[in-house]
């Protein structure tokens, strides 16, 4: 039940192509992508699977629809190969819990905005923007019944994910949504990505969070003064599960006149928070994630940049005090985006 759809012969006919070779963080040898992904899928060891660090790149990379990275999570949990320490994981995945208590479900018969685990964060959802949508979320008293869990690839805890999801996706259609606009785009890739990939139903239209703001700004286009900043973006790890949505931030950032930077690190080519990183129970963990930040925020350093957009609330909060420490203002999307539309952020008052 709900096995991972992955098709080794894929692997041995994509020469050339090679998702492991663009990986960032671990060496391989051209050509070796496809004997190692082999490997795996088999059921054997692979150095890979104790060297990821779970940066969910390579579903990006891979042109053959084959999630890569899906079957290394699998593999990871199968064989006992934990990328964080096990403390670590048991605690992690009893937060979580979804289906403490019942939610109070009420019928939308129409879109409704899921703001998942984040109910703490209803100011970045305030405005016109956001005029007339209804929410759903965690509850004040953390029930999570609407936080998608995809979290626990980070943890090679696939089978968490399994059990729980499909709970959670019944509770969502209770509500009678015909759309979810999905805040976090862990929660898109979820149920874009995730959810087909391994065989679980998704009755709902899944949007995600940029096609709904760029859908609104347009419609809202008179309102818009440009902002005129330049700005640099923190690629989230879970974006990679949707690489056709990454197209949305250039466009959000032209229709609000700000300048996107010219940077190394950009697109199929970004550098994680290292937030994950930096919690792996690897030897020199720290010292690896400390490094890949610093190189990440120099690079938006020297491109120019004034502010860094981030969507996810996880990146901003490890990464927002190092790039505020180099003059750089950390931001979410949708407050870059209200403020281009005449709205005042929480927090932006001095700026206006
Ligand atoms: S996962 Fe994709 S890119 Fe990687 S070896 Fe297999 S088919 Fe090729
Ligand atoms: S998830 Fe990231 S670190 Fe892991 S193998 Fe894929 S690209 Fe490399």
Known sequence: MHALQFDETKCLHCEGQDCLAKCQYIDIETGGTAREMVKIA?????FILHECV?????EEYCPMGNHPFYLIVERQEALGISPVPR???TRAVNLGIPFRGEPVVEEINGPLLNMAAFS???????????????????????????????????????????????GIIATIERHKPTKVICFHDECYGTYASYCPAVGIDVPFTPVHFYEYLYNRLTELKESIRPIGLK????????????????????????????????????????????????????????????????KNVEDMKKAGAQVCV???????????????????????????????????????????
């Open 42 to 46: 088999r059921g054997e060891d692979s």
């Open 54 to 58: 779970t940066c969910y790149a390579c």
């Open 87 to 89: 403390p670590l994981v």
């Open 120 to 166: 703490e964060l209803t100011h970045l959802i305030e405005g016109k923007l956001f005029e007339g949508l209804p929410v759903i979320s965690t509850d004040g008293r953390k029930m999570f019944h609407y936080f998608c869990q995809l979290m626990y690839l980070h943890y090679a805890r696939s089978s968490v994910i399994k059990e729980r999801l499909p």
């Open 231 to 294: 700005v640099a973006y923190q690629r989230p790890c879970s974006s990679r599960l949707s690489p056709d949505k990454h197209r949305f931030v250039g466009e959000i950032f032209r229709l609000i006149g700000a300048e996107a930077v010219q940077r190394e690190f950009v697109d199929e080519n970004a550098l994680c928070c290292g937030g994950t990183i930096l919690g792996q129970r690897r030897e020199g963990s720290r010292k690896r994630a400390a490094e890949i930040q610093k």
């Open 310 to 352: 981030f969507n996810c609330p996880a990146c901003l909060q490890t990464l927002g005090g190092m790039v505020a420490r180099e003059g750089i203002r950390p931001v979410h999307m949708s407050d870059l985006c209200r403020f281009a539309i005449g709205e005042t952020p929480r927090g932006w008052e001095v700026q206006e």
